[in-house]
């Protein structure tokens, strides 16, 4: 069974950065595409970043150019590296893990809050 332990949330002032990391364990990790997810309160999970086995990554234009998605296939290790945080980025911040192979499951992180205020 796949599990995922985030950490590296908190509370940050505007422009500060924050790097969150979530390991994986219970599977072999390059045959799944990892994803960072968002939500805020009031409002549904969005994509924040994905990356696949082979390092492709993703974003959505709210982050594109201030987020880094990043893994480590030796530690079992996805990183998100968030840089010029706004208020908007505060939500809780979840890990994904999607199986590239059938029957192509999904696993959650418990979520990491960050919120960014001054």
């Known amino acids: 069974q796949v599990q995922l332990v985030e950490s590296g949330g908190g509370l940050v002032q505007p422009g500060e950065s924050l790097r969150l990391s979530c390991a994986f364990s219970g599977s072999i990790f390059r045959f799944y595409t990892m994803g960072w997810y968002r939500q805020a309160p009031g409002k549904q999970r969005e994509l924040v970043a994905i990356?696949?086995?082979?390092?492709?990554?993703n974003y959505p234009e709210a982050v594109k150019g201030r987020f880094t998605i990043s893994r480590d296939n030796a530690k079992n290790t996805v990183y998100l590296q968030m840089n010029s945080l706004v208020p908007e980025d505060t939500a809780v911040y979840y890990c994904?893990?999607?199986?590239?192979?059938?029957?192509?499951?999904?696993?959650w992180g418990q979520g990491t809050q960050i919120t960014v205020s001054s």
């Open positions: 990356i696949t086995g082979g390092g492709t990554t």
């Open positions: 994904n893990a999607h199986a590239i192979r059938p029957p192509f499951d999904d696993y």
